[in-house]
């Protein structure tokens, strides 16, 4: 353990039996087992090459983003799900996301980068699934983004966008973005990599299929949720066809998408029911709103007391699936509130914490800590979070040592980092801040 990691203060945790979250997990469809139930949860690492003005050859991976899947390799998760991998060049949620154009070749320089990284992140065990994504209306670099509808929204909060009036998918651009992610998939299986999971929270495109709010068509992917729900399922069904049996299939959905409706409880366990149908291995649930800049401002205290911020959600549709596992992401700092949400779900997904201390899997499994670092950033600030996430992972790349954020005048530094990217229109390139 490093030196700051050991000096640093964590969350005390009650007595719990830890031997619950070593306990191995397989996946009915695909076969596949992971040794406990860890899963390191996407974050965005934007860590690939980024240029405007080369854009063909943007979104390959780097060593800084390789040395950072070798890193957390070693951390003792069962499972790891990269942060979102997208499908075209100009379609990209932030500089420096990962991309598989939709026409890749499964081969050169893109190909062989994506195989390193694959190697490394399975080298001691971990399952190893890539996040594939469409932004939607998050897209940079384009106009008149596309959604489910043509659809004005504000500026993201604090983010470095400013959102468009959308348009909605044509009848052909949905043809072409289920090629362009069943080809991903293929890509990411030639690869090396154990699957995907679909990203379906926060906004992005196949979120804003599933929102009422958002999804306002009258053809039969709008209207009823079997219609709004249809372009996932479409997207599922092409992956399965074109990669091995063994391959696995994940899915992200968000309790925010169903809030407006009123219907969280039925809305999305009628969803899951029907990805168990289409043989998803899990479903990873989450929650939280990027245009608000606050992910978890709407928890109640009690939720915050028993740690997963989501098992709420977590709690209604869990019970209704027999096959198909549930993750849930979002406030874990204990091991004690770890393996009492077992007590719900199958797996318990960790993102942030583990930007602090890359190990901590590994140490919570061995009895050497009791929790997770405790940080002195605002846990519910959803900018905040990615800015010490994003540091950290370069830092990690760059061969270095992570920065903890456990004393105010870090938080202060982190603010003038956050300020220094937003201005930058959210480009790590040539960054720097005044000491």
């Known amino acids: ?66 040395r950072c899947y070798d ?29 598989i154009p939709h026409d890749a070749p499964f081969s050169g320089e893109r190909f062989d980068a994506f195989k ?29 983004p596309v959604s489910a509808s043509a659809i004005t929204k ?117 969803l899951c029911r029907e990805l168990e149908k289409n043989s998803f291995d899990f479903v990873e649930l989450s929650g939280g709103s990027i245009e608000k800049g606050n992910m978890f401002s709407h928890v109640r205290e009690t939720t915050r007391k028993r740690e997963a911020f989501f098992l709420e959600f977590a709690e209604k549709i869990a019970p209704k699936l ?8 979002g ?7 770890m393996v009492n949400a077992l007590d719900t779900v199958d797996g318990v997904g960790l993102a942030r914490a583990l930007c602090d201390d890359w190990e901590l899997c590994k140490r919570l499994l061995d009895g050497e800590v009791d929790g997770a670092i405790r940080s002195a950033l605002n846990q519910g600030d959803f900018w905040q979070g990615l800015m010490a996430g994003n540091r950290n992972m370069r830092l990690v790349g760059e061969d270095q040592e992570p920065k903890l954020y456990w004393t105010a005048e870090a938080v202060e530094e982190l603010k003038l980092w956050y300020e220094a990217w937003a201005s930058n229109r959210g480009s790590w390139k040539n960054l720097t801040i005044a000491q």
Request: aromatic share 10%; glycine share 8%.
């Open 1 to 66: 353990m490093g030196e700051l990691t050991s000096q640093a203060p964590r969350w005390p945790s009650e007595h719990a039996d830890r031997l619950r979250l070593a306990e191995p997990l397989t996946f009915e469809f695909s076969g596949r087992t992971t040794s406990n139930r860890f899963m390191k949860a996407p974050m965005t690492e934007q860590l690939c090459t980024f240029d405007e003005n080369n854009m063909a050859d943007n979104g390959i991976p780097t060593q800084l983003y390789q």
């Open 71 to 99: 890193k957390w390799g070693r951390g003792g998760m069962g499972m790891m799900v990269t942060g979102n991998i997208v499908l075209y060049t100009n379609e990209l949620m932030f500089k420096g996301d990962p991309i």
């Open 116 to 144: 390193a990284v694959a190697a490394v992140g399975k080298a001691k065990g971990a399952l190893f699934v890539a996040q594939v994504n469409h932004p939607g209306r998050y897209s940079m670099f384009v106009d008149s």
């Open 154 to 270: 504000p500026k993201v909060k604090n983010g470095p966008w400013e959102l468009t009036v959308t348009h909605a998918a044509t009848q052909e651009e949905i043809r072409n973005i289920i090629a362009a992610f069943s080809h991903a998939a293929a890509y990411l299986s030639a690869a090396g990599f154990d699957g995907v999971q679909l990203h379906a929270a926060h906004g992005f495109l196949m979120a804003s299929f599933l929102d009422a709010s958002t999804n306002i068509r009258t053809d039969v992917y709008g209207g009823s949720l079997e219609n709004r729900m249809r372009f996932i399922l479409e997207i599922g069904r092409e992956i399965r066809r074109v990669t091995p049996p063994d391959f696995i299939l994940g899915i992200k959905i968000n309790s925010t998408e169903f809030q407006d409706t009123g219907l969280v409880t039925d809305e999305a366990a009628v």
């Open 322 to 329: 027999s096959k198909t596992k549930v993750y849930v992401t």
């Open 331 to 337: 406030g874990f700092v204990t091991a004690a509130g």
